[in-house]
């Protein structure tokens, strides 16, 4: 019985880790098609943003394991320098007119204009 359960235990803690890895590969893939049609994407430059948001998504749950259960507030600070590395990276990837579409269009949906 002590087996049975011990076995659970690890069959319940490595699917919530696939869930949460699921979920940042469904929102890289969606992030990845809406640029592709909004911003006319090459395959390859799809491919690019879809890395580029996984390693985002991986370096923000590395986040949220090492500082889960701090004082204060530094999973704010870390997740926000995560998030403002996320135009440079494209930068890399996108064409000087398609970076501009982007930055019209991010701007337009953070406000409403």
């Not at 923000?60 to 998030?83: C, H, R, V």
Request: hydrophobic fraction near 35%.
């Amino acid at each position: 019985m002590k087996y049975i359960l011990i076995a659970f235990f690890f069959i319940v803690s490595s699917r919530k880790t696939f869930a949460q890895s699921d979920v940042g590969e469904q929102r890289s893939q969606k992030i990845a098609r809406r640029m592709m049609d909004t911003l006319g994407l090459t395959t390859q430059q799809r491919d690019s943003i879809y890395i580029i948001n996984m390693r985002i998504h991986t370096r923000k749950m590395q986040y949220w394991k090492q500082y889960a259960n701090s004082e204060g507030d530094p999973i704010t600070y870390f997740l926000q320098i995560t998030e403002n590395t996320r135009d440079s990276l494209y930068r890399a990837v996108l064409t000087p007119d398609q970076m501009i579409l982007y930055r019209r269009k991010k701007l337009n949906l953070l406000f409403n204009n």
